[in-house]
């Protein structure tokens, strides 16, 4: 790192703190402002901001680990259920938040279900959601961060998290979740910017592309690096079926569509925005922000046998250090201080709205004004990134076997939850207490002490069906053997939410305009899902065809893509989409945060 190096990561900073200071004093007025932005976010902000949090400093060096290890289909083992849940969380889920109008996803459980038992359990929720997961998340996503710039700063790689974590607490307590927002749209930009501008450069100093093909089928199998249908070593049958279950359930889970994405289609101006900008994030997150790293994983498969790298996670980083000139080297350090910064904003927020909004404010200081529940939200903030520094020091090693334990093992037991809550009448708050109370201490377990983390010992496809079978008997057991949820509150939580799937009696308690109207719309919702699927499935499949040079898959899949997209863009067009979008009026939110 030269002196204009560190200019340019000095620049970066300042801008930052000035966006903080920027929206301080909106996000001071008030619970809602500081933590869902007034609900008056719009499509293109919820997709970027988005975006950027899934892009944290994990996600350089771990698709490029996942291209060395895996080749164009390495990163299949996220893709998979990313191009289920994404598409099924832009059309369904996001409407269904957005017409709760809640501040946090805990707070559905007062809606969703009824009495004491539920009013109790929202403050267990926020604090596992706040205390548990989210803290070791937030280790996570800073583990990440050292693994990628230590070796380029020559750190030790706490010190690169203690630096961007000081920024990222005093923008994020000033400005709350518009100030993240807003600063994570220009990160992503600053993050993908230096990797697109890093890829030709890295390839001129290593012969071409050409020269890099040769040198893949030197170090191991060509045929199978560059192979795009499945199945491959690492991605069987079985997995895939595995993966493919994951990402049904993943659009209500909390490490996909209920925790931050939930928060910013609670955040949105009205259910199209959320629904657009989850979109807007579907193509960015599976393609967009994918590509320079797919580049970057061929090169370090070219330069590198698999026998010889101890650490994959630290291939990126090594590419950088030797290749990166002077002032785009300040930019991938920026940027990939931006990547984490963005995540660990986000992360921040989201946990400290579960500390006021369900846990402080109901329970423990009810009745304080509006700027007393802001300032505590900002100290919860600082508290709960000073507890993940924690789990990042002692806890966090291996990172591929925890990039696979909070991608997809974490909520394993816990995924039928984000179906049952919307889909069956009968699913009561014991059987949703049950699956918390049991579901992260047994993954824990299952995929570390039991050692199925071990994927020479145990395909991934054993811990995830495991744990996902055993939740949802245990889930529906319990809810059968206790009582149901009264009607009037079921009832009230359809009007309101007017979810697709079993509602029974609930449903025939409702007006028939409104079951027919209900109706009407799961029918256009469940084509809506297929086309979303199919169409981003058929562009990864382009993308990576492309790569590898299967110019008749390529063909193939870009019809499909193209054709999809098309028909998907028109069925929106004719039912006022883009219409709702030109307007700032703000749909009225149920939620009020008590």
Not at 165 to 189: E, K, N, P
Not at 219 to 244: K, Y
Not at 338 to 362: C, Q, V
Request: proline letters at 4%; aromatic letters at 16%.
């Amino acid at each position: 790192m030269t002196n204009t190096d560190w200019l340019v990561v000095a620049v970066y900073f300042a801008f930052m703190l000035a966006i903080g200071l920027y929206f301080s004093r909106r996000a001071g007025r008030s619970v809602a402002d500081y933590f869902v932005s007034g609900r008056d976010m719009p499509w293109w902000i919820i997709g970027l901001s988005a975006v950027a949090t899934y892009s944290d400093a994990g996600l350089a060096p771990s698709v490029t680990m996942l291209t060395f290890q895996g080749g164009l289909l390495g990163n299949g083992i996220w893709w998979i259920p990313y191009v289920i849940w994404m598409p099924l969380g832009a059309i369904l889920w996001s409407k269904y938040w957005r017409r709760l109008g809640t501040v946090t996803s805990a707070e559905l459980l007062n809606i969703r279900y009824s009495g004491p038992v539920a009013r109790s359990y929202r403050a267990v929720y926020a604090i596992f959601m706040s205390f548990g997961f989210i803290i070791v998340l937030m280790g996570y996503v800073s583990g990440w961060l050292g693994a990628a710039l230590g070796p380029i700063l020559g750190w030790n790689p706490i010190y690169p998290v203690l630096l961007a974590g000081l920024v990222t607490v005093i923008y994020t307590t000033m400005s709350g979740l518009s100030g993240a927002a807003y600063t994570d749209a220009f990160q992503f930009s600053i993050f993908l910017a230096g990797n697109i501008i890093l890829v030709p450069i890295v390839f001129s100093r290593v012969g071409g592309f050409a020269h890099v093909r040769q040198m893949i089928a030197m170090n191991r199998n060509g045929a199978d690096f560059f192979r795009v249908i499945p199945p491959v070593p690492g991605l069987t049958s079985l997995t895939m079926l595995a993966l493919a279950v994951q990402g049904l359930f993943f659009a209500a889970s909390p490490t996909g569509g209920e925790g931050f994405t939930a928060q910013r289609f609670m955040a949105a101006r009205n259910e199209f925005h959320a629904q657009v900008g989850q979109l807007a994030n579907t193509v960015l997150t599976l393609i967009v922000r994918v590509f320079p790293f797919l580049f970057l994983g061929m090169v370090a498969a070219a330069l590198f046998k698999p026998e010889s790298v101890a650490e994959p996670g630290l291939l990126w980083a090594r590419l950088v250090h030797d290749y990166a000139p002077q002032g785009l080297m300040g930019l991938l350090v920026a940027g990939t201080f931006a990547a984490f910064m963005g995540t660990i904003s986000t992360e921040m927020n989201w946990g400290a709205s579960y500390l006021i909004n369900d846990l402080y404010r109901p329970f423990l200081r009810p009745g304080q004004s509006e700027r007393h529940y802001v300032w505590v939200g900002r100290i919860g903030s600082i508290f709960l990134f000073a507890a993940s520094l924690l789990v990042t020091y002692f806890f966090v090693q291996g990172l591929r076997s925890w990039m696979l334990f909070i991608n997809s093992m974490v909520f394993a037991f816990v995924l039928p939850l984000s179906w049952l809550r919307f889909f069956w009448w009968r699913l009561n708050i014991y059987g949703e207490m049950t699956a918390l109370v049991a579901g992260l201490p047994l993954s824990y377990l299952v995929w570390f002490p039991l050692g199925f983390h071990d994927e020479q010992v145990h395909p991934f496809w054993h811990g995830f069906l495991l744990l996902f079978c055993l939740g949802m008997v245990t889930i529906v057991v319990v809810t059968l053997l206790t009582p149901a949820e009264n009607d009037e509150t079921l009832l009230k939580f359809y009007l309101r939410c007017r979810p697709i799937g079993r509602w029974g009696h609930i449903a025939r308690l409702a007006p028939a305009d409104v079951r027919a109207s209900i109706h009407d719309e799961t029918m256009t919702d469940l084509v809506d899902c297929a086309l979303g699927v199919t169409f981003a499935a058929a562009t990864i499949l382009s993308v990576i065809s492309l790569i590898g040079q299967h110019y008749s898959i390529f063909a193939g899949a870009t019809v499909v893509g193209i054709s999809t997209g098309a028909l998907f863009i028109w069925r929106w067009a004719r039912k006022g989409a883009f219409r709702e979008l030109r307007t700032n009026e703000t749909a009225e939110s149920g939620g009020h945060g008590d």
